[in-house]
């Protein structure tokens, strides 16, 4: 039933995931049109703003220009000019304030008729002769520099300073007031140029055009000089900074909106910023906007939720749709599953079969499976049958290897004892040899215990020391509590046998053998290991040895090593693994761990 679920939830969020990616994709692709019309209209609405702007930036330089030019134009400024360059020494200074008053009943006039004009000065050469300020308690000091006076005398054209300051601090006067001059060379038809015109036009001109309007708080507009400095701007305190800096934009930023005209500049975690700069004529002068974007954050948001929506309804139809489908597949599929499971469960000769009520591919999977089991339990009996005989054949063949050459060598040494005189030697020889073949042969049996294969294996080496007992000594340690424990026969014999056989030093010191029964109880696990430290084995040899125990082949001199290891592997299948140690020249130790639930005598395996 467990299993059925599973295959019903996998059908059902595979059809919501396919759903959803749908959706996703779907609402992506649609997001990311919107976005780029809505920014696209955006952008344009915004440069229109700006392009208003600018117009309006354009026609204040203009009408500042054209009134400079009029007064440069008036016969009366130029008349006066003359007049004042003209004065005769005697009567210069009450001359020269007759032509002063003329020109303040003149400037006040053009002065007081515009709040735009912050004064007015005269110049002759490059000298001021002349100052009508809208202040009257200003300062005299000259503020245009006279590279600006020089390249207005040589020019037709209005000529505009940079930004300047226009207020002194005073103590009742706690900012400065800025602006610019346009200077405009005086030019009369019969004497030439006769000096120059300076009419002086305050920043917050500019600046009130620059102000946002009430709805775009947060957008900001300055004018830049050539030199990126702000020459204009509604925050005071950020004239005469560089616009990049006030910007917060890299040079490479500003250099981009500055060809490009606009920048759009998105930062994860915040509205995107649009940036977009206009040149005002050919003065060198720049319009540079910023806003934020933050309705195409707002739009996104409610695409957004609309995504969401779409997305959960879509969602809830995909579960029923798919609800139905997957109950439809997987109910005959569990009760398929539910055959199986009782077939794992129960014994293993259960005949349980599939109920088919389906003709379609459900019902066609059921009665396959019915065949399958039938064959399978035929197979498996076939299976059982060969694999027993097959490992009585093997035992067979173990014991049928000790006996010649083994038999032969004990009765040869009994003999000589005998001969020798030496009866009770070849007593205790023969009763050892006795207990041997009475506990390899054990009636047939093949399960015995570890008390008894120890035993045997104890009579092998005691006969095997008569022939080795220059090479050789042992000993063995065996747990009380695994001497109950039920083992296939013949397990640990064939490990001494292979020391014997392989690991023995002639002309050299004696080989220690070492035997060890151990019970690992918190793991139930049963550990046997021989230890020799005899010849050891090849780097190379051991290799194979190993291989051969993975892949069942059986290598040179190493049948009865396999034969132990295919044998329990039969047995107790996955419970049990053999590990090899061994260094050439130094050491051998074969290890087997088995269940430590062992068999029962009389149990058959499979």
């Excluded at 609800?323 to 005949?351: A, C, Q, Y």
């Excluded at 080989?511 to 029964?517: A, E, L, N, R």
Aim: aromatic share 10%; net charge negative.
């Amino acid at each position: 039933m467990k299993k059925r679920l599973k295959l019903r939830n996998a059908i059902l969020i595979t059809i919501i995931l396919i759903t959803a990616v749908i959706v996703l994709i779907f609402g992506y692709v649609s997001s990311q049109q919107f976005e780029e019309l809505l920014t696209e209209r955006m952008v344009d609405d915004y440069q229109e703003t700006v392009n208003t702007m600018q117009k309006n930036v354009e026609t204040l330089i203009t009408y500042m220009e054209d009134f400079t030019k009029y007064l440069s134009l008036n016969q009366e400024v130029q008349d006066t000019i003359i007049e004042y360059q003209n004065m005769e020494d005697e009567n210069r200074i009450l001359s020269q304030l007759a032509v002063k008053q003329k020109w303040d009943k003149f400037s006040s006039q053009l002065i007081f008729s515009t709040s735009m004009i912050y004064s007015l000065e005269i110049y002759t050469g490059e000298n001021k002769v002349y100052t009508y300020y809208y202040d009257p308690m200003e300062s005299d000091a000259k503020n245009i520099p006279d590279e600006i006076l020089k390249t207005a005398n040589s020019q037709s054209q209005p000529i505009w300073t940079d930004l300047l300051t226009l207020r002194q601090y005073r103590s009742y006067v706690k900012k400065p007031d800025y602006g610019f001059a346009v200077v405009k060379s005086v030019n009369n038809q019969l004497s030439g140029r006769v000096g120059a015109i300076a009419v002086y036009v305050r920043e917050s001109s500019f600046a009130e055009i620059l102000e946002p309007k009430k709805e775009e708080r947060k957008n900001r507009y300055y004018l830049v000089n050539a030199d990126d400095t702000i020459v204009s701007a509604v925050n005071k305190e950020e004239l005469y900074e560089k616009a990049n800096t006030t910007l917060e934009l890299s040079k490479e930023e500003y250099e981009k909106c500055m060809q490009d005209g606009v920048l759009l500049k998105e930062e994860k975690g915040q509205d995107p910023l649009l940036y977009v700069s206009r040149m005002i004529g050919k003065k060198g002068i720049k319009l540079v906007c910023e806003t934020t974007m933050d309705e195409l954050g707002e739009q996104q948001n409610s695409l957004k939720i609309f995504i969401g929506i779409m997305m959960f309804f879509a969602v809830i139809l995909a579960t029923v749709s798919a609800w139905f489908v997957s109950n439809r597949v997987t109910k005959p599929l569990g009760e398929l599953m539910g055959v199986m499971e009782k077939i794992k469960t129960e014994d293993k000769n259960s005949h349980l079969r599939f109920q088919e009520r389906d003709t379609g591919e459900i019902g066609v999977l059921g009665s396959r499976f019915n065949e399958l089991m039938d064959e399978l339990d035929a197979s498996m009996q076939q299976i059982y049958e060969e694999q027993r005989q097959r490992r009585h054949n093997e035992v067979r063949l173990l014991q049928a290897q000790i006996v010649p050459h083994f038999l032969y060598n004990t009765m040869g040494i009994i003999s000589s004892f005998i001969k020798l005189g030496m009866t009770e030697k070849a007593l205790a020889t023969i009763q050892n040899l006795v207990s041997f073949y009475r506990l390899s042969l054990s009636s047939g049996k093949e399960i015995i215990t570890i008390k008894e294969e120890v035993e045997l294996t104890r009579n092998y080496i005691e006969l095997q020391q008569l022939r080795y007992i220059e090479y050789m000594e042992y000993t063995i340690e065996c747990d009380e509590d695994t001497e109950n424990v039920w083992i296939p026969k013949l397990t640990i014999q064939p490990l001494v046998e292979n020391v014997l056989h392989h690991g023995l030093r002639p002309n050299e010191e004696k080989c220690q053998i070492h035997i060890s029964v151990t019970a690992d109880s918190p793991n139930e696990i049963l550990k046997i290991s021989v230890y020799d430290n005899g010849t050891g084995i090849k780097e190379e040899r051991l290799k194979q040895l190993r291989e051969s125990l993975e892949t069942g082949k059986s290598i040179t001199k190493s049948f009865g090593i396999l034969n132990i290891h295919q044998r329990l592997k039969l047995i107790y299948g996955n419970k049990y693994h053999m590990e090899i140690e061994s260094q050439e020249g130094e050491y051998t130790q074969f290890s087997l761990y088995l269940p430590l639930k062992g068999s029962r005598e009389g149990e058959t395996y499979v």
